[in-house]
């Protein structure tokens, strides 16, 4: 059984700061463990990921996760007790992980959990521009002109913002793949809307250097000892 660690102590033998100062941040919503805001008086194991005022608290000694998984339609990214069809609760792996990111409910492919909380923020963060890939199949046939739009980058109207330039190619009359450097809410799906589409299937098969490849639809395997290197190298310089 893990020990178990009260929270204020966990960020003060860190170098965090003091008791005092942990339990101020609490208290004052800075503190997040597994992706949920921490409670006063709270206990955390070493495979806990915790966030300090937006900044990952490492642990020496914690067994590094990084697994990744083929996830299917009706499976929700979030740690929350209260979703039933939660994605920690659905896995069940023995360690405390979390997912790299979200692929919404009716979206599959590949997504990326971890225990390690530099890990999320380095990919994640939209300033670092990772690329994430993902094949489409629409309601209506690709023209060249989607293709081109889509490329430019669209307004979206309910988040009043414009995407990044992205790389769209056509796979087939209704079918295409985009390469994409930020992750808006439901981004694609947006995007397709907003120009006369619906998105009818979504899934992604790459995140950097890691694919989903021929991995089975609600499996997962550890990633390779190979591409934690490539990953690792091309997260050198990235913000945390």
């Known amino acids: 059984m893990e020990e178990l660690y009260r929270l204020n102590k966990y960020l003060s033998d860190a170098g965090v700061c003091s008791r005092r100062a942990a339990d101020a941040a609490i208290e004052a919503g800075e503190v997040m463990v597994n992706g949920q805001p921490a409670q006063m008086g709270m ?71 971890t225990n390690q909380g530099d890990l999320v923020n380095k990919i994640m ?53 985009i390469i994409l450097t930020q992750g808006l809410n439901r981004q694609i799906r947006r995007m397709c809307q907003e120009l006369g589409y619906r998105v009818r299937t979504l899934k992604r098969v790459r995140i950097m250097n890691i694919e989903l490849g021929d991995l089975k639809e609600d499996t997962y395997r550890d990633v390779t000892s190979d591409e934690l290197k490539k990953l690792n190298k091309m997260l050198e310089g990235s913000k945390n």
Not at 81 to 89: P, Q
């Open 125 to 177: 963060r939209a300033v670092n521009a990772h690329e994430k890939e993902y094949i489409v199949t629409t309601d209506k046939e690709i023209t060249a002109d989607f293709i081109k739009r889509m490329s430019a980058g669209v307004y979206l109207t309910e988040l009043d913002t414009t995407t990044r330039k992205c790389q769209v190619t056509k796979l087939g009359p209704n079918k295409f793949k």
């Open 43 to 113: 206990k955390v194991s070493s495979s806990d990921v915790v966030f300090f005022k937006g900044k990952p608290v490492s642990n020496v000694g914690k067994k590094q996760v990084l697994i990744a998984y083929n996830k299917p339609a009706g499976i929700v990214c979030t740690a929350e007790k209260r979703e039933k069809n939660n994605i920690v609760d659905h896995l069940n792996y023995p360690e405390r992980i979390y997912p790299i990111g979200r692929l919404d409910k009716d979206s599959t492919g590949l997504l990326l959990l």
